[in-house]
């Protein structure tokens, strides 16, 4: 499958975006799909992840009740909506595939993913 992530953004503190996740292939609701961000300096964090098929969610603590992700099967995408965004959320978000069968404690693991988007920037000023 190959992704491509969009919908970075510079937002003030407090602010809204949306970053999308299209998938080309296999439909995406066969795949658990993850996004983690990675601030300058700092190492690839995990953010949010939608489990194949059943589309159960885990999110980071810190993003807890500020962020959302869902899947559009229609449009083979996959989103994560980022509500009161904080200067500290600024990062290049990544989204990310796997077609194996995780337990819920592999979701935050980077290998655990085979397939990678570009990346998309998120800026947020306080």
Do not use: H
């Not at 970075?8 to 961000?37: D, H, I, M, P």
């Not at 885990?58 to 899947?71: D, Q």
């Not at 959320?89 to 069968?101: E, I, Q, W």
């Amino acid at each position: 499958v190959q992704l491509q992530a969009s919908g970075g953004g510079l937002v003030q503190a407090g602010g809204s975006l949306r970053v999308s996740c299209e998938a080309s292939g296999r439909t995406v609701s066969s795949y658990n799909v993850a996004w983690f961000r990675q601030a300058p300096g700092k190492e690839r964090e995990f953010v949010s992840a939608i489990r194949r098929y059943s589309g159960s969610t885990v999110y980071l603590n810190s993003v807890k009740g500020r962020f959302t992700i869902s899947r559009d099967v229609a449009k083979n995408t996959v989103y994560l909506q980022m509500n009161s965004l904080r200067p500290e959320d600024t990062a290049v978000y990544y989204c990310a595939a796997s077609s194996r069968g995780l337990i819920v404690g592999r979701l935050g693991d980077v290998p655990a993913y085979d397939f990678w988007g570009q990346g998309t920037l998120v800026t947020v000023s306080s």
